[in-house]
Every structure is written in C-alpha cells, then in structure tokens.
Nanobody
Framework: QVQLVESGGGSVQAGGSLRLSCAAS????????MGWFRQAPGKERDFVAA????????FYADSVKGRFTISRDNAKNTVYLQMNSLKPEDTAVYYC?????????????????WGQGTQVTVSS
C-alpha cells in the first residue's frame, strides 16, 4: 500500500510559478511509476505529466509541455511538479498517482494509488 500526500498548491497570478510536491509512504517508492493529473470544476480528470521509476523517462500533456517539469527524488520518496508560466486555464485540483509497476502512462486507469489533491488557482 502506498499513501500519497500532495502539497504546494495555492493562488498565483498568470505568469507565476508553483512547485507541487507529492510525498509517498513506504519503502517501495523507487519502484513505482508516478503521474500528475488535474481536474477543473465540471470537467474530467486530465493527464498532466508522468515519470518512470528511475526518472529516466518523462512525458507531458501538450497543454503543459515546455512549462511544467516533473521530477522525483527517490531518496526522499517525493515527486515534484514545477509549474512555470502559469495560465488561468491551469486552475484545477492537482493529484499525484502511483502505479504498482515502474512505468507510467497518461491513462488514469493505469494508476493504483492516489493522493487527496491540492488546489491550484491562477488568476488573470
């Protein structure tokens, strides 16, 4: 079982930056692929970014490519999402997720464990 706790959300103006963190419990974090998703009010949950167990491969939704960076520190059991050049359309609750396997996917059904989410609000 993996428990995930997100932090770092908040309110910023357009063009600003935030860094989200997702701390995982347990001693198997380094074996899990990780992903970030987001859900805006009245919309479905969307893929944002994902990273393999080793950090050796990352991929992003087109809407955030070049602005967001996913990374992980396996020694700290933490995955990060650095968000730059934020836009009002980035406003959502952001969730991190872990898969049982070491790889990642843009499909939310691939993931087995989810955090409670952290709110990000970007004002124009």
């Amino acid at each position: 079982q993996v428990q995930l706790v997100e932090s770092g959300g908040g309110s910023v103006q357009a063009g600003g930056s935030l860094r989200l963190s997702c701390a995982a419990s347990g001693r198997t974090f380094s074996s899990h692929g990780m992903g970030w998703f987001r859900q805006a009010p009245g919309k479905e949950r969307d893929f944002v970014a994902a990273i393999w167990w080793s950090g050796g491969s990352t991929f992003y939704a087109d809407s955030v490519k070049g602005r967001f960076t996913i990374s992980r520190d396996n020694a700290k059991n933490t995955v990060y999402l650095q968000m730059n050049s934020l836009k009002p359309e980035d406003t959502a609750v952001y969730y991190c997720a872990a898969s049982r396997g070491g790889y990642s996917s843009s499909a939310d059904t691939y993931y087995n464990y989810w955090g409670q989410g952290t709110q990000v609000t970007v004002s124009s």
